[in-house]
Structure formats: structure tokens, C-alpha cells
């Protein structure tokens, strides 16, 4: 059964740092491109990282770039996201997902989420 567990969360101060991790299940993962996505309370839900199945291109908006980086350990099953100098505003529950591309914008294409891990950034 396909199934994302995402882990690592917590609560930190401005400036601060965590690792999230998401293993994935049931999948071919070492053939999925991946991403981390973020929801905040009423926003939507948006990306934050992409990363492509050998992990020699990530991608990153402008609001996380320099601060954030995604890795993958293709024999482990799992994707990494780790998160420097976090601000109040990155507090949201992540999640990743098998994502592909248009080119401007990017998507999960799987029909299902994992439960997410809450991120709270304090001021």
C-alpha cells in the first residue's frame, strides 16, 4: 500500500532550525521526482522544494531560497528538507508528494497526502 510519513517537525524560535524527513511506501520512489509542500491556516496549500529522481536539479521559490534545502537517499525511500533561519511566516504543516512539472508550476500527482508535520516558528 502507497503511503508518505512525514516527520520531524516541531516548535522553534525565529532563526532556527529543523530537518523534515518523508519516507515513502509502496512506490518506485527512486523514479519520482519529489517535493514539499507547506499549509498554513487558510492559505493554500503551496510548494516549497522540488527535487528530481537522482537528485542533480531541486528547485525552490523565492520565499525559501537560501534557506531551505531538499535532499534524497533513493536507498532509503526517503526525501529530507532541511530548513535554516526559519521565520514566523514558514510555520505550516509540510507534507510531500511524487510531483511533476509544467514548468512554472509544480503539483502533486498522487491522490493521496500523508498526515504532515506541524512546523511552528515562534517570533
Known amino acids: 500500500q502507497e503511503r508518505l510519513v512525514e516527520s520531524g517537525g516541531g516548535l522553534v524560535e525565529t532563526g532556527g532550525s529543523l530537518r523534515l524527513s518523508c519516507e515513502v511506501f509502496g512506490r518506485t520512489f527512486s523514479k519520482d521526482t519529489m517535493g514539499w509542500f507547506r499549509q498554513a491556516p487558510g492559505k493554500a496549500r503551496e510548494i516549497v522544494a522540488g527535487?528530481?529522481?537522482?537528485?542533480?536539479?531541486?528547485y525552490y521559490p523565492d520565499s525559501v531560497k537560501g534557506r531551505f534545502t531538499i535532499s534524497r537517499d533513493n536507498a532509503k525511500n526517503t526525501v529530507y528538507l532541511q530548513m535554516n533561519s526559519l521565520r514566523p511566516e514558514d510555520t505550516a504543516v509540510y507534507y510531500c508528494?511524487?510531483?511533476?512539472?509544467?514548468?512554472?508550476?509544480?503539483?502533486?500527482?498522487?491522490?493521496?497526502w500523508g498526515q504532515g508535520t506541524q512546523v511552528t516558528v515562534s517570533s
Open positions: 527535487i528530481t529522481w537522482n537528485g542533480n536539479s531541486a
Open positions: 508528494s511524487a510531483v511533476g512539472t509544467d514548468g512554472s508550476s509544480w503539483y502533486s500527482h498522487l491522490d493521496y
